[in-house]
Nanobody, 129 residues
């Protein structure tokens, strides 16, 4: 079964850190563009970060630049989102999403939700003030 499985969410105080993991099951992530999205209650889902499969170039939501880092571990078939200096406004359900790079016209990492066709179930991140 082809799926993405997120883990690593939890409750943390403001200023703390968490590392989210997105592990592929049933396929290899090597040729996939992977992104993290988040959705807070009452808000639309927004793209947080993405990583290209070609050159591992990255993209970030402006509000998380300098605090979050996306990375890929080929050996573990996993993409990570390291989140530092967390703020209460970072609280949300975080989703991992993927799309086969061979289906895209552009290799550049994208935060456009419509580009992604495989989604994980989400992991809750709560940052207390």
């Amino acid at each position: 079964q082809v799926q993405l499985v997120e883990s690593g969410g939890g409750l943390v105080q403001a200023g703390g850190s968490l590392r989210l993991s997105c592990q592929a099951s049933g396929f290899t992530l090597n040729a996939w563009m992977i992104a993290w999205f988040r959705q807070a209650p009452g808000k639309e889902r927004e793209g947080v970060s993405a990583i290209s499969s070609k050159d591992q170039s990255t993209a970030y939501l402006e509000s998380v630049k300098g605090r979050f880092t996306i990375s890929r571990d080929f050996a573990k078939n996993t993409v990570y989102l390291q989140m530092n200096s967390l703020k209460p406004e970072d609280s949300a359900v975080y989703y991992c999403a993927g799309v086969g790079s061979w289906t895209l016209a552009d290799w550049a990492p994208t935060l456009r939700e419509s580009e992604y066709d495989l989604w994980g179930q989400g992991t809750q991140v709560t940052v207390s003030s």
